[in-house]
């Protein structure tokens, strides 16, 4: 399948779960899972880089319609998109998995805890992001790093079912022909 069409098919099913199954889950009146932001996580690694930022502010708006907080959830999704090439830089030598394999992934990252280091910083700088955005304070620090902590291991949980569920077949790549 072309990677266009198989992007926009991830984009609108992530973005319905999310909306219509996941916002409905509460645990304890603080904790929503987050699944929606999986679609920026498995984005290629070459993706450029505008229109990575164009792609999660398109995310973020789309679910945010759904939502009484416009912008907060695009502000996340940006922030999140920004910081991703980065942490890959930081993750993956530069002569690593991004010439040998398209898209993260268990396999492309080198195995499941480099993986789990990549999916972890990434939700965890969303989650906190978007939480100052919709409390706007920190008189109780505690509550938010609660929040923010449990959050990401609920989003982390769900999208590592998620991977395990769905596995994506992706074909190393070589230098010869």
Same mark, same amino acid.
């Given at each position: 399948? !072309? !990677?266009?069409?198989?992007?926009?098919?991830?984009?609108?099913?992530?973005?319905?779960?999310?909306? *219509?199954?996941?916002?409905?889950?509460?645990?304890?009146? #603080?904790?929503?899972?987050?699944?929606?932001?999986?679609? +920026?996580?498995?984005?290629? *690694?070459?993706?450029?880089?505008?229109?990575?930022?164009?792609?999660?502010?398109?995310?973020? #708006?789309?679910?945010?319609?759904?939502?009484?907080?416009?912008?907060?959830?695009?502000?996340?999704?940006?922030?999140?998109?920004?910081?991703?090439?980065?942490?890959?830089?930081?993750? $993956?030598?530069?002569?690593?998995?991004?010439? !040998?394999?398209?898209?993260?992934?268990?396999?492309? #990252?080198?195995?499941?805890?480099?993986?789990? $280091? &990549?999916?972890?910083?990434?939700?965890? $700088?969303?989650?906190?992001? @978007?939480? $100052?955005?919709?409390?706007?304070?920190?008189?109780?620090?505690? &509550? *938010?790093? +609660?929040?923010?902590?449990?959050?990401?291991?609920?989003?982390?949980?769900?999208?590592?079912?998620?991977? @395990? @569920?769905?596995?994506? !077949?992706?074909?190393?790549?070589?230098?010869? +022909?």
């Amino acid at each position: 399948m !072309n !990677n266009t069409i198989k992007n926009i098919l991830r984009f609108f099913l992530l973005v319905s779960v999310q909306v *219509f199954v996941l916002d409905k889950v509460r645990l304890h009146q #603080m904790l929503t899972p987050y699944l929606y932001m999986l679609f +920026i996580l498995w984005l290629p *690694f070459r993706i450029n880089r505008t229109v990575l930022m164009l792609l999660a502010f398109v995310l973020g #708006m789309t679910v945010d319609s759904f939502r009484h907080h416009p912008g907060f959830h695009a502000a996340a999704c940006v922030f999140m998109a920004y910081i991703r090439p980065f942490v890959i830089n930081v993750m $993956i030598p530069q002569e690593g998995a991004e010439t !040998n394999y398209d898209e993260p992934s268990i396999r492309s #990252m080198g195995g499941v805890l480099p993986y789990v $280091i &990549y999916l972890s910083t990434l939700i965890l $700088i969303h989650h906190m992001w @978007l939480f $100052i955005l919709e409390a706007w304070q920190f008189s109780d620090g505690w &509550y *938010f790093l +609660i929040k923010s902590l449990g959050a990401t291991i609920l989003s982390l949980a769900l999208i590592l079912i998620t991977e @395990l @569920l769905f596995s994506r !077949n992706q074909r190393f790549k070589t230098n010869t +022909i």
